[in-house]
């Protein structure tokens, strides 16, 4: 029987997947961009079912277009261990937000493969789609489909900033299969992922064991004003977009200085008509809202709706709200955590318990069954950056993690 601390990846092979997969969809001055549901996504989940092909896994694809690969256990109980994570990437995109994890995964199963490992559980891997939800929102899509949180019905007629509906993308591209992955076959959830912030490098650490992810709060915010000359509109008659959406944009940075631990973005802004001599007379934009405590999240939104309404009345332009996430922050499963604990302590990586910034699958797989995230340190701490960075080392390390910490939770079987 192959003892598991033996047991290593394949650094290398998984370094050149990597660097292969970050060709798709690849950008003139670097980094990546496979927008969730485009021709580049569809592209990058191609090469990934082709690679779950080549390692001999049982594939299926959902009515979403979520890819997963099953290695079979010897059982009785041959509920899946399943990791993975997402290939579909913002605008300005790295190479391994989302990758490293999908990669990293088969990359562990490829392994048993090799070393002739049975494991008692199934063990597999997910690409979910549209992890990002940078064109189409909510973010964590796949994740929420799989875990019954957002139905077809409610996805399909999702419209994207660029104006096409999800069902339209399904079908140009041909995303969807017939094979919903049945819940009762999951047992657990692992995902490997960049941390994406400063935390390791700065404590020079290589492991993250991560046991909780912030909460989520995104909203689109539409103002309705009056264009007008620029010149000529006395300051006291004018109904300005611009100005108000100016200075919601202010008041979010303002906001997490008054509510500890909370972070605050307007990622996206655009007025219209958006000339020089003109003043808008419309803004629109978003809002990202993360706390650690739901309660926070909720008074963060409850003090900026009551800001949007104050500007509005005074300026007499008309706000209209519109959600488009809204993501409870998770505390991960004990057992779950130990487990990657125990794989980083046995593999003698040096390790630390943390909190994840941003938001991931395994935030929603939680909601349902027990999860738990591995991360690797971000080369100055950037990501959804062209210039996103992981060395050779830690991505090895990452994954070795991952594959002892799916051994502890799919066990074992002589062979
Ligand atoms: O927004 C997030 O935190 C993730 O990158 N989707
Ligand atoms: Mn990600
Ligand atoms: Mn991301």
Excluded at 172 to 195: N, Q, R, T, Y
Excluded at 242 to 258: D, N
Excluded at 353 to 369: E, F, L, N, P, T
Aim: with cysteine.
């Amino acid at each position: 029987m192959t003892r598991s601390t033996t047991v290593q990846i394949n650094g290398e092979r998984l370094w050149s997947e990597l660097e292969s997969l970050a060709k798709i969809g690849a950008l003139p001055g670097g980094g990546v961009c496979r927008l969730a549901f485009s021709k580049e996504d569809k592209q990058g989940r191609d090469y990934v079912e082709q690679r779950m092909r080549d390692a001999g896994l049982e594939v299926r694809i959902d009515p979403i277009g979520n890819i997963l690969g099953v290695r079979d256990g010897t059982g009785p109980d041959r509920r899946l261990v399943l990791t993975g994570s997402h290939i579909d990437t913002v605008g300005t995109g790295g190479k391994y937000d989302g990758s490293l994890g999908v990669l990293a995964g088969l990359e562990v199963l490829q392994t048993l493969n090799e070393h002739q490992v049975q494991t008692h559980h199934a063990v597999g891997v997910v690409a979910f789609v549209n992890e990002e939800g940078v064109r189409f929102m909510p973010d964590m899509m796949g994740s929420l489909y799989v875990s019954g949180q957002l139905g077809l019905d409610e996805i399909e007629p999702i419209e994207g900033i660029d104006g096409k509906t999800i069902k339209e993308c399904l079908d140009e591209v041909a995303f969807s299969g017939e094979d919903d992955i049945p819940v009762d076959f999951i047992k657990s959830f692992i995902e490997l992922h960049i941390e994406q912030g400063p935390v390791l490098l700065d404590k020079e650490l290589d492991i993250g064991i991560v046991d909780r992810v912030q909460g989520i709060l995104w909203e689109e915010v539409v103002l309705e004003g009056e264009s007008n000359h620029a010149g000529v509109t006395p300051m006291h008659r004018r109904r300005d977009a611009g100005y108000v959406a100016s200075s919601i944009a202010a008041y979010v940075r303002t906001l997490t200085e008054e509510i500890e631990g909370l972070r605050g973005t307007v990622g996206a802004l655009s007025l219209f008509p958006n000339l020089i001599n003109v003043i808008a007379k419309e803004a629109t934009m978003t809002i990202d809202l993360r706390h650690a405590e739901k309660d926070r999240l909720i008074q963060a939104r409850d003090l900026l709706h009551q800001k949007i309404n104050a500007l509005c009345e005074k300026e007499k332009v008309r706000p209209s709200i519109k959600p488009l996430a809204d993501v409870d922050p998770v505390i991960f499963d004990a057992q779950c955590v130990e487990s990657v604990e125990k794989a980083a302590e046995a593999l003698h990586y040096s390790s630390m318990r943390m909190i994840s910034g941003a938001g991931h699958d395994a935030q929603i797989m939680a909601s349902k069954w027990p999860a738990s995230m591995i991360f690797i340190p971000s080369q100055d701490g950037i990501s959804h950056n062209i210039n996103e960075y992981s060395t050779p080392e830690h991505v090895e390390a990452g994954a070795n993690v991952l594959l002892h910490a799916i051994l502890d939770k799919a066990g074992m079987s002589t062979l």
